[in-house]
């Protein structure tokens, strides 16, 4: 062989390590730290819309806990749409008309994946009057939530205590969301990542 065509040779093996690597990295990272989700449902809004995409960090949870106001993709329950694990809590066919938002986990994970603002920590007291949340006695700054009223899931103004190692997940638009108000909390074991950033459309692009 001449020397040309093992220098091509070369070069052509050398690009395709690069590649090869670079595809492995890329994967690595979309897999474990950084990862890409579209946003199903317009209950994020007027945060986020339908089809909007943003980018979640799956490596921030196995540092650090969850905060009040950052926004979270999760598992919900197995069950979610059967509601609250206690029946007479959230709504469902018994407890519809529950003064108290639901506060019992359940405990099988589904395989969706939601995407939720936290509004409840663990150990915090809860109850919701007219969709805005009560924590610990306070009323949450809510100035990017769609405005909620005669609904029941506006009002919950009982208040419950959130488990050791649960998380109280809502949705922006508080009259159109399947949250924790129905469903429960959500153990710290489902949260996959934190949405930071916005990329899709072009002009909503930014940090969340």
């Known amino acids: 062989m001449t020397q040309g065509k093992k220098s091509a040779l070369s070069s052509v093996l050398e690009l395709v390590v690069i590649v090869a690597t670079a595809l492995g990295l890329a994967l690595a990272i979309q897999a474990f730290i950084i990862k890409p989700y579209r946003i199903p449902s317009g209950s994020m809004l007027p945060t986020l819309h339908i089809n909007q995409r943003v980018l979640v960090n799956r490596l921030g949870p196995h540092f650090g806990s969850p905060s009040v106001g950052d926004i979270y993709v999760f598992h919900p329950p197995k069950n979610y749409d059967q509601g609250c694990a206690d029946p007479q809590e959230g709504q469902s066919d018994v407890g519809k008309d529950s003064s108290r938002a639901c506060g019992v986990p359940q405990s099988q994970e589904s395989g969706e994946t939601f995407i939720k603002r936290v509004v409840g920590l663990p150990g915090d007291r809860i109850s919701i009057v007219g969709g805005h949340v009560i924590r610990n006695g306070v009323a949450e700054k809510d100035s990017y939530i769609a405005p909620c009223s005669g609904s029941g899931a506006c009002d919950f103004p ?51």
């Open 158 to 208: 009982a208040t419950i205590t959130i488990p050791k190692n649960d998380y109280f997940m809502m949705g922006d638009n508080r009259g159109q969301s399947d949250d924790s108000r129905f469903w429960g909390p959500v153990p710290r074991a489902w949260i996959i990542g934190r949405a930071f950033f916005t990329y899709w459309p072009p002009d909503r692009i930014g940090f969340l």
